[in-house]
């Protein structure tokens, strides 16, 4: 196992490598020029080609790729073009609240999605099923700034009982932490959710054909230990690969909801980025984005191994 | 106390019950002296000097001061300025220091920082590369006085120094201002009413400023830019919040307290809430602009501009922009800010009454023969996009061959740079807008400047715009001014330096427990407080 861990963590080596390469090609190649950005819109062409100069946008392609990749190496993801801050520092800056926001959105949608697509698979054909799969595809085709307008609009403007906007750090106490959470999450979640309920549900259905299930209710096991013991640990693992691809959703779907509760994630850093043409930034971010994929991908497939026990690295 | 406050006091009753009880009370009074303000974009960089951007100039008149600073009569004042002589052949300049003036960090405000500061200021800006060109020497007599001796007079001195157009010419301590114009400052040090908190800056989401103790205002009233700076509240949090529907619901359930620039769409939201001031922002507003390339066909052609300048409706660009309020434009028949001192509409009556048949008849004059039009539109900015939209189907009904090229401002702000021919990565026209406040004087104003490759994109070369420049710099008195001015505008109509779209306005809105919020070009924070 140890080794497997090693091997999948040095294989994202390269992976990385043809991340930067792509993502450092892709911004060289895209139109647009920070430096008109920066001088702003009295500037005059010789200001902005000055500017360009002064941030080294006028170096040949290889140049600035070496000098990027050589200071990648050094552990140095640069400055920002813009801000003048160290790029690691602003990723610092905004990692908790996008962490923050994927955690409880996942722990949110985990805790709600499964067993609503376990009860819809027991009570296939009814009301209750019926009823999960309509909001499952209400999940899915209301977009998610549709659903956090709603959610702000009546628990914040209407009813008074949560914030509209921000992002208060875990720091300065739980409640205040959640608080500015909970829209979010539920907003982020709710595609979550339908997918994970309904992936939760059709696996489910799946295995309650299964044979040791049957035997399993000969033996006179109980609803609730035949469902969750027997039935829900079988069917894990297509639910956990769903879980993991779901993170990339996820990472896409902060970037909305991120700017429409203002919270100061990296979502919005990433957009704003792209806006401005901030190479270094959207250079450092997707990098990471790249590097938790990579790392989510491996936590699944290591949990497969708590769910089944036939898998084995 | 409001239906939130009751549920977290509840939550938190066994903490207050720890600490006393007491922190109700000073949080209450904490929240007082504290301003949270929605600006009209994200503070990305702080440097007034580097970038040129109005939400850049906007947190740094807080932040830094300045020598002079216009009033809401568009007049230079003094500022960190006691007096000033002048030699009498107007060439040598003498500026004292009022007392008093300190940097955030303790030190005096000397007249060797002046300098610098003047010195990094001037390439950046077209009054200061004017001065550039004139300044024989520019030194430090003693720690507050300053002389300046030009080789030519130069009457527009004050207005130079203490306009609020970007950029500004703000004061730094000398190591600071040393630093190269188009290199970034990496130290946020002003003398003015506010210090920027770095540590607390988090670029995309929120900048703070704490009252500076050791600002001494001015003993007159403040009016704009100029008189006394007197915070009313310890710290100004600018709340970045780029979603405008979010804005609106921040402001009204009181998350915030003052947002600069709500949409039009919004306003009849906010004007229903009894909590909620709407009222205009800027005065000067702002000047929708249908820019040309002049150096490619077919807008190098003069009738053909002429053509598109008489078709064009700048009420259609104005109501697809701002809706049907007509409080908050109205149509220009000239180049500069609407009831500013200089504005005129000599030459322009025509671009007041849109005639498209006109218009037809001058593009077949022209020999216009269907070369494309590349219009190069920013989607991600709603005025350029409602403008660009109403272009396209002006240039279609007129008959001209339209290639629209939606894209973002970044790729605008790089294509618009390209001389190359439109079918070449080039382009034929783009929309942008001009703040008011800075389209008050030709020397600022460079979209209506016609210098050819010294223009602005575009590149337009009509001398006759040009000879009245050096006549408005030289005037004495208003009427000379006008006089220039009325000349520069009809000949920039007659070769349609570029096309304006209409002057519009915009709203702020603020919480009612708010006083002291003027309109102006700048967000003015001092005189400003909360209860």
Sequence with gaps: MFAYVVRRVLATIPVMAVVALFVFSLLYISPGDPAAVIAGDQATPADVERIRASLGLDRPYLVRFGAWVWDILRGDLGTSIFTNLPVATMIAQRIEPTLSLMVVTLLLAISVAVPMGVVAAWKQGTLIDRAVMAFAVLGFSVPVFVVGYLLAYFFALEWDLLPVQGYTPFARGFWPWLENLILPAIALGSVYIALIARITRATMLEVLQQDYIRTAKAKGVGQSGMLFLHALKNAAVPIVTVIGIGIALLIGGAVVTESVFAIPGLGRLTVDAILRRDYPVIQGVVLLFSFVYVLVNLAIDLVYTLFDPRIRY | ?531
């Design chain 2, 1 to 531: 106390m409001d239906r939130r406050s009751f549920l977290k006091a509840g939550l938190s009753a066994g903490a207050v019950a720890v600490t006393g009880g007491l922190a109700a009370p000073a949080y209450s009074q904490a929240a007082n002296r504290t301003l949270r303000f929605v600006p009209q974009a994200n503070l990305a960089n702080f440097d007034p000097i580097w970038g040129t951007q109005y939400v850049v100039r906007n947190a740094s008149v807080l932040v830094w001061d300045t020598l002079y600073g216009f009033d809401e009569k568009l007049e230079p004042q003094r500022q960190m300025v006691e007096g000033e002589e002048v030699s009498q052949d107007s060439r040598t300049w003498t500026f004292k220091l009022r007392e008093g003036l300190r940097f955030h960090d303790g030190e005096p405000v000397l007249a060797k920082d002046v300098v610098a500061s003047i010195t990094r200021w001037m390439p950046r800006d077209p009054m200061g590369q004017l001065l550039r060109a004139l300044n024989q020497e520019l030194v430090a007599v003693d720690d507050r006085t300053f002389r300046w001796r030009l080789s030519a007079p130069f009457t527009k001195m004050k207005m130079a120094l203490g306009k609020n157009a970007t950029p500004m010419c703000f004061i730094m301590p000398e190591r600071v201002a040393r630093t190269d114009s188009f290199t970034q400052i990496s130290e946020y040090i002003g003398s003015g009413p506010m210090r920027f908190l770095r540590d607390e800056w988090v670029p995309g989401a929120r900048a703070v400023f704490q009252k500076f103790d050791r600002y001494v205002p001015r003993d007159e009233p403040a009016s704009w830019l100029a008189g006394g700076k007197r915070m009313l509240v310890d710290r100004v949090e600018w709340m970045v919040i780029p979603d405008p529907a979010t804005a609106a619901a921040a402001l009204q359930s009181g998350e915030v307290d003052w947002w600069e620039n709500p949409i039009t769409d919004l306003v009849p939201q906010l004007r229903r809430n009894r909590n909620i001031a709407v009222d205009i922002a800027d005065p000067l507003g702002n000047i929708g602009s249908f820019r040309m390339n002049h150096l490619h066909p077919p807008f190098n052609n003069v009738k053909v501009r002429q053509a598109v300048i008489t078709a064009l409706s700048q009420e259609d660009y104005m109501r697809a922009l701002v809706g049907e309020d007509q409080n908050l434009w109205k149509v220009m028949g000239g180049f500069f800010t609407p009831g500013t001192p200089l504005y005129t509409e000599e030459g322009g009556a025509m671009m007041k009454a849109a005639n498209l048949e006109r218009g037809r008849a001058l593009l077949r004059e022209s020999g216009y023969n269907g070369e494309p039009v590349i219009c190069v539109v920013a989607q991600d900015q709603a005025i350029t996009k409602a403008f660009g939209d109403v272009t396209a189907d002006l240039l279609k009904r007129l008959g001209m061959n339209v290639d629209f090229v939606a894209t973002d401002w970044g790729t605008v702000g790089q294509r618009r740079a390209m001389k190359n021919p439109p079918n070449q990565g080039g382009w034929s026209m783009f929309h942008t807008w001009h703040a008011g406040a800075d389209a008050i004087n030709p020397v600022i104003y460079n979209a209506v400047r016609a210098n050819g490759d010294g223009a602005w994109f575009g590149w337009p070369n009509v001398p006759a715009v040009e000879a009245e420049v050096p006549n408005w710099l030289a005037a004495t008195t208003i009427e000379q001014e006008r006089a220039a001015i009325g000349r520069l505008n009809a000949a920039a109509v007659e070769n349609v330096v570029y096309c304006p779209t209409g002057f519009f306005l915009g709203y702020q809105a603020w919480r009612r427990n708010i006083s002291g919020v003027v309109k102006g070009p700048i967000p003015f924070v001092w005189g400003v407080s909360k209860s």
